[in-house]
């Protein structure tokens, strides 16, 4: 059974939005800080954001001020709202328990490509 899911990615033109979820099936979900990951073709997979239990969020410099991180326990569900996207933003999205380690688990992720 897949226990982490990630949804909402799609085809946009540059300059537009996408919202993306991530349902965690796992139990004990609020008491991990998750992150968004993004891998595109021929590159290493590098976070994109992070929200701790507590909410102390961070984001790759690349996305500041464009990206927005939240989380919902009650749904185990974490959350990333992307505006003004931009062709560099394609690539397939994860969302994992951060930090990551060789036994992370990895959902089958999402796909954002931004294309005129």
């Known amino acids: 059974q897949v226990q982490v899911v990630e949804s909402g990615g799609g085809l946009v033109q540059p300059g537009g939005s996408l919202r993306l979820s991530c349902v965690d099936r796992r139990s004990s979900f609020s008491i991990f800080s998750m992150g968004w990951y993004r891998q595109a073709p021929g590159k290493q997979r590098d976070l994109v954001a992070a929200i701790t239990r507590g909410g102390d969020i961070n984001y790759a410099n690349s996305v500041e001020g464009r990206f927005t991180i939240s989380r919902d326990n009650a749904r185990n569900t974490v959350y990333l709202q992307m505006n003004s996207l931009n062709p560099e933003d394609t690539a397939v999205y994860y969302c994992?328990?951060?930090?990551?380690?060789?036994?992370?688990?990895w959902g089958r992720g999402t796909q954002v490509t931004v294309s005129s």
């Open positions: 994992a328990r951060t930090p990551i380690s060789r036994h992370t688990h």
